[in-house]
C-alpha cells in the first residue's frame, strides 16, 4: 500500500468519524443534579459502518476520480495520485465534530459544545467545500497539463469567465429566492411597500397610495393587513409613501407584465449583471482572473448580497448604476475616442439619488471621480474634456434638479427629508455606533456574514503600496464606498429598521472586488492562500444555513443585540455574548471585542503567511482549518474570563426555546444516552423528563401578535407533552382568566380553559402534537399572563426522530370534527367551519386523526368558476368548479400524516362583488371535511 492509498484510507476513516458526530446529539439538560450534559449515540455497531464506510467511499472515489482526470492510464502510474490524495487532507477537521462527547474538555471549554449542536451542520459543509475545492484544483491541473498550449486568447478567456460567473451568480440567486420567496419573510418589511408604490403608478398613474391600501392590492403578495408608511402628509393633503420611488418606477411595468414573481426575477437578473460587470472590472485591474473569480464568491454568495439579489429593495438599483458609472468612467475602452461612456457614466450617477437619499453623497463623489478621469486620465487622454464633462453634468444637473423638484411639488419643500417631517434621522454622532456596527455587529455587520471582505483592507494596502493605477483606483473606491458607509453610519437606524445583514450598504459591496482580488493575488505561500479561500468558504456556508434552515428565519433579526443564527446554532451556551454588538453594547466595549477578533485574525494570517510555500491544496486547507479553529477557541476563552458582558454563564437548561436532544431524540437509532457528570450511561427515556422547556419571567417581546403568556414561545417535536403555568405567590388576590395551548401563530388556540389561579397555584393541561411544530405557547389573556411567574412544557413521550414526518413549518392549526389540519404557510385562512385558500396560488395542509377515518372534502370555489388542483398524498385530482357549486372528494386519514396541496387557477376578491362584505382578501376555494 503506497502512502496516497493509506493517505486516503486514513482520510475517509476520519470523515467516518465526523459522521458519527454528525448522527449524535449532545446538550444541556434539568436532571435532578443541576444542569449537566447528556449525548445521545448511535450504536457501536453504526461508528464501524461510518468509520469503514468512509474509507471504502473516500478510496473509491479516489480511483474514480484517477481514472476520469486520465491520471492513470499510463503503466506504472499509482493507483491514487498524490495531487488527489492530498485534496482529501481537510477530512481530517471531521474530528471537530467528536470533541463535543469527550467526557471532560467540554466542560472546561464550553464553546466546544457548539461543535455538538446545530453548528456542527455548518462545519461539516464547511469542510466538505473544502475538499470540493481541493479536488477540483487537482483534476484541473491534470486537465491544464493535457491542454497545454491550446489555450484561448486573454480576452476570450474573460468573456467566457463573465459570462459564467452572471450564470452562477443567477443560479445562486434564483435558488435562493425558490427557498425562501412567498414565506413569512419574503416579502415583508419595506418590500410591499415599494410594490404598492408600483401598483399605484402603473393602475392609478399617481403616487397616491392611500386607495391602493384601502382596496388592498398588497394582498396580491402580502397576505397580513399592510398600513401605509407615511410620516407627513402631501400638500395636497394625500398620503405619499415615505420610500424613494426609484426601484418602483423601474418595476412599475414589470409588475404590470408578471406581477411580484416577475419583479423578483428582473432584480436578480439586475443583481447577476452587476457582480459580472463587477468581476470583468476586477479581473482586468488585477490581471488574476482565478482571484477576481474567489473576490466574486466572496461578495456574491455571501448572505448580504445573495438575499438582496432576490428581495424588492433600491440595493441593487443603487449597486448595479454605480458600478456601471464607475466602470464606464475608469475602465471603459472607448472613454478615450468617444463620449458614449462618459453619457452612461452621467446617466447612472443621475439615478442614483433616486433610488434612495442615502446614495446622494455617493453620487456626488462619484462625479467628482468620474471628472477627475475625464481631466486627467492616466492610463488614456480624453479627446475633450469638456465634452466629456458635460456628457455627465447636464444628465446628473437635470436629474437633481427634477429631484428637488419632487419633493417640492409633493410636501413644499425642497428637503430630501421632507417625507419624514420634523423627524431629524441623521446625527454625525450616531457614527460611534453605525460606522463599525455596519461592519462588526452580530446581528447586521458585513463581515459577521462575509468575513471575507476583512481582505478589501489588505488588498487596499497593497494596491497603495503599488502605486500608479492600482494607488488612484483605490483612492477613488475609498471616497465613493466611503460616502455611503459614512452617511449610512451616520442614521439613528443605521442598521435599516427591518433590514437584513448588510442590506444598507449593499451598493458598494461591488466595488471590493478589486481590492480582495489583489489581496489574494498576491498571497505569497499556498498556506495564505488557504486563509483567504477558508474566508471565502466561512461565507457561503453561512449563506447555505441560513438560506436552508429554518427556511431563512435565521435573518430575523430582533434589534436586541443577540445574532438569531448565533442562538440557533449554540442553544445551550452563550456564543451571542462572544461577538460584538453596537446594539447591546457601548461602543467602546464593542470595540474591544473587535480588536479581540482582528487581533486574533491577523495572528492567524501572519503565521499562515510565514508557513513554507511548498504545500499541496488539501494540506494548506487543514492547516488553515486547525488555526481559525484553534484561534476561535482562544477568543471564546479570553472574551468570557476578560469582559463582563460574557460573563453571565451558561444558559439555563430549561430556559430555551428549543432543545436538540429533544429534536433529535431517536430512541432506536441513538440508544445510548451519556451522562457526563456523574460519567454514565442511560436509556433514552429515562433522561426524557429531564428535556423540559419553558421560562422563569417574561422574555422580550417577539413582535408577534399572539398573547403568549410570559413570551415563551417553544419548539417541540411529535409527541405528547405536559403544559404546566405557575402563578405569582405574592398574588393579592385570584385572578380569572383563560390558559390554552397555542400551536402556530395563526390561528386559535388547540385547548382553552377557564380557570383561576390563586397565589402559588399551577395550572396544568396535557396535549398531542401529530407532526413538529416551532411555535408552541401558553395562551393566556392579559390579567392571567401578568399573574404569571413561569410556563414550562414537559415531555412526556417523544415519537423517534427517523418515525417523524417531514413538514414545514406550522403555521396554524385546526380540528374538524375527529381530523385535525396543520396549516403550512399564509396562503389559506382557518375558520370554524373550515378553511378558504388564497386566490391564484398554492396552499399546504398536513392532515391527521387519531383513527382511521373516511371523510369527504367538500370544496367550492364562490361566485366564479375555477380550476382547482389537488395533491392528496401524491395523488392528483383536477377539478374544474361551476359557480357557486360544490364538489366532493374521498380522503381517507389515519394517525399517519396526509399531505394535501391544494392550487387555485383563479380568485374573487368579496369586497369587490359586494361592498358591504368588507372583505379584500383574493378567495380561491373554501373546503369542509364532511365525516
Excluded at 213 to 238: M, S
Excluded at 485 to 506: D, E, H, K, L, Y
Excluded at 714 to 732: D, E, F, I, K, Q
Amino acid at each position: 500500500m503506497n502512502t496516497a492509498v493509506r493517505s486516503v484510507i486514513l482520510s475517509g476513516c476520519s470523515a467516518g468519524f465526523g459522521a458519527f458526530g454528525l448522527l449524535s446529539a449532545m446538550g444541556i439538560v434539568a436532571s435532578p443534579r443541576g444542569s449537566v450534559r447528556v449525548a445521545f449515540l448511535p450504536s457501536l455497531m453504526t461508528l464501524g459502518v461510518c468509520v469503514v464506510g468512509g474509507a471504502l467511499i473516500v478510496l473509491g472515489l479516489s480511483v474514480l476520480l484517477a481514472r476520469l482526470s486520465g491520471a492513470s492510464r499510463d503503466p506504472g502510474t499509482p493507483l491514487v495520485p498524490e495531487a488527489i490524495a492530498d485534496a482529501w487532507l481537510p477530512l481530517h477537521a471531521s474530528w471537530i465534530l467528536l470533541l463535543p462527547y469527550l467526557p471532560w474538555l467540554p466542560n472546561a471549554v464550553p464553546v466546544l459544545r457548539v461543535a455538538g449542536a446545530m453548528a456542527k451542520y455548518a462545519i461539516a459543509g464547511l469542510i466538505l467545500l473544502q475538499v470540493v475545492v481541493a479536488l477540483g484544483s487537482a483534476l484541473r491541473r491534470t486537465s491544464a497539463r493535457d491542454a497545454a498550449g491550446r489555450a484561448a486568447p486573454a480576452g476570450s478567456r474573460r468573456m467566457r469567465g463573465a459570462v459564467v460567473v452572471f450564470t452562477a451568480s443567477l443560479v445562486a440567486s434564483s435558488l435562493a429566492a425558490a427557498r425562501l420567496t412567498n414565506t413569512a419573510l419574503f416579502p415583508s418589511g419595506d418590500e410591499p411597500h415599494y410594490l404598492v408604490i408600483a401598483q399605484s403608478l402603473w393602475r392609478d398613474a399617481d403616487l397616491k397610495i392611500e386607495d391602493n391600501h384601502r382596496r388592498g392590492d398588497y394582498l396580491e403578495y402580502f397576505p397580513r393587513d399592510l398600513a401605509p408608511h407615511y410620516v407627513t402628509r402631501g400638500k395636497d393633503q394625500q398620503i405619499y409613501s415615505i420610500h424613494p420611488i426609484g426601484v418602483s418606477v423601474l418595476m412599475a411595468p414589470v409588475y404590470a407584465i408578471g406581477g411580484y414573481l416577475a419583479t423578483v426575477a428582473v432584480q436578480m437578473l439586475m443583481a447577476a449583471f452587476a457582480i459580472a460587470l463587477a468581476w470583468w472590472w476586477a479581473a482586468r485591474r488585477s490581471g488574476a482572473s482565478g482571484a477576481a473569480t474567489w473576490a466574486w464568491a466572496s461578495i456574491a454568495l455571501g448572505t448580504p448580497w445573495l438575499i438582496n439579489a432576490f428581495t424588492i429593495y433600491p440595493e441593487i438599483g443603487g449597486a448595479l448604476f454605480g458600478m456601471a458609472a464607475f466602470y464606464a468612467a475608469t475602465t471603459w475602452e472607448r472613454r478615450a475616442t468617444s463620449l458614449v461612456p462618459w453619457l452612461v457614466a452621467g446617466l447612472c450617477v443621475a439615478a442614483l439619488p433616486w433610488f434612495s437619499t442615502k446614495y446622494a453623497p455617493m453620487s456626488a463623489m462619484l462625479v467628482l471621480v468620474v471628472l477627475a478621469r475625464a481631466w486627467r486620465d492616466d492610463e488614456s487622454s480624453v479627446a475633450s474634456p469638456v465634452a466629456a464633462s458635460l456628457a455627465v453634468l447636464v444628465p446628473y444637473s437635470f436629474s437633481l434638479a427634477g429631484w428637488f423638484a419632487f419633493f417640492h411639488a409633493i410636501w413644499g419643500t425642497f428637503s430630501p427629508s421632507a417625507p419624514y417631517g420634523t423627524d431629524n434621522q441623521t446625527n454625525p454622532l450616531f457614527l460611534r455606533s453605525g460606522g463599525p456596527g455596519l461592519l462588526f455587529d452580530q446581528e447586521y455587520g458585513l463581515l459577521a456574514f462575509t468575513p471575507a471582505a476583512v481582505l478589501a483592507a489588505t488588498g487596499a494596502f497593497a494596491m497603495w503600496r503599488r502605486g500608479g493605477a492600482l494607488r488612484r483606483q483605490i483612492l477613488e473606491i475609498a471616497v465613493v464606498a466611503g460616502a455611503l458607509f459614512g452617511t449610512v453610519g451616520a442614521f439613528r437606524i443605521w442598521w435599516g429598521g427591518s433590514a437584513g445583514p448588510g442590506r444598507p450598504i449593499i451598493a458598494a459591496l461591488a466595488l471590493l472586488l478589486l481590492p480582495i482580488a489583489v489581496a489574494m493575488a498576491q498571497a505569497r505561500t499556498a498556506f495564505q492562500r488557504a486563509g483567504h479561500r477558508l474566508l471565502v468558504l466561512v461565507g457561503v456556508a453561512l449563506a447555505a444555513t441560513i438560506v436552508i434552515a429554518q427556511r431563512g428565519l435565521l435573518l430575523a433579526a430582533g434589534r436586541d443585540g443577540t445574532s438569531g443564527l448565533l442562538q440557533w446554532w449554540s442553544p445551550s451556551w452563550h456564543l451571542t455574548e462572544m461577538a460584538p454588538s453596537l446594539i447591546a453594547h457601548k461602543p467602546l466595549e464593542a470595540s474591544v471585542f473587535i480588536a479581540i477578533w482582528l487581533a486574533a485574525a491577523f495572528a492567524v494570517g501572519a503565521w499562515l503567511a510565514r508557513r513554507g510555500a511548498a504545500a499541496g491544496r488539501g494540506r494548506a486547507a487543514l492547516a488553515a482549518t486547525g488555526a481559525m479553529f484553534v484561534a476561535v477557541v482562544g477568543i471564546t476563552i479570553v472574551v468570557e474570563n476578560s469582559l463582563a458582558s460574557a460573563q453571565q454563564g451558561a444558559v439555563v437548561a430549561e430556559e430555551r426555546s428549543r432543545s436538540i436532544l429533544l429534536d433529535r431524540y431517536d430512541a432506536t437509532r441513538r440508544p445510548v444516552a451519556v451522562l457526563y457528570a456523574p460519567f454514565s450511561h442511560l436509556r433514552p427515556a429515562e433522561v426524557l423528563p429531564w428535556l423540559v422547556l419553558g421560562s422563569r419571567g417574561e422574555l422580550p417581546a417577539t413582535g408577534i401578535s399572539v398573547p403568549i403568556a410570559l413570551n415563551a414561545r417553544v419548539s417541540l417535536p411529535a409527541g405528547r407533552y405536559r403544559a404546566r403555568a405557575h402563578a405569582l405567590t405574592n398574588l393579592a388576590a385570584p385572578v380569572e382568566g383563560t390558559l390554552g395551548v397555542q400551536v402556530g401563530r395563526m390561528s386559535d388556540p388547540i385547548t382553552s380553559d377557564t380557570v383561576t389561579l390563586a397565589a402559588g397555584q399551577t395550572w396544568t393541561r396535557e396535549f398531542t402534537i401529530d407532526i413538529d411544530c416551532n411555535f408552541v405557547g401558553i395562551r393566556a389573556t392579559r390579567e392571567m399572563s401578568r399573574a404569571l411567574r413561569e410556563v414550562w412544557f414537559d415531555p412526556l413521550s417523544v415519537v423517534d426522530a427517523h418515525a417523524r414526518a417531514k413538514v414545514p413549518e406550522v403555521l396554524a392549526v385546526r380540528s374538524l370534527g375527529s381530523v385535525r389540519v396543520y396549516f403550512h404557510d399564509e396562503h389559506a385562512w382557518p375558520e370554524p367551519a373550515g378553511f378558504w385558500t388564497r386566490g391564484r396560488d398554492e396552499a399546504e395542509f398536513t392532515l391527521v386523526a387519531t383513527s382511521p377515518t373516511r371523510a369527504t372534502l367538500r370544496l367550492t370555489t364562490g361566485p366564479i368558476a375555477n380550476h382547482v388542483s389537488l395533491d392528496i398524498g401524491g395523488k392528483r385530482v383536477e377539478l374544474d368548479v361551476a359557480a357557486n357549486s360544490h364538489h366532493e372528494v374521498p380522503v381517507e386519514v389515519s394517525s399517519q400524516p396526509l399531505r394535501l396541496r391544494v392550487r387555485t387557477r383563479d380568485g374573487f376578491v368579496p369586497i369587490e362583488r359586494d361592498p358591504s362584505a368588507r372583505d379584500r382578501r383574493r378567495l380561491g376555494a373554501w373546503f369542509e371535511l364532511v365525516p
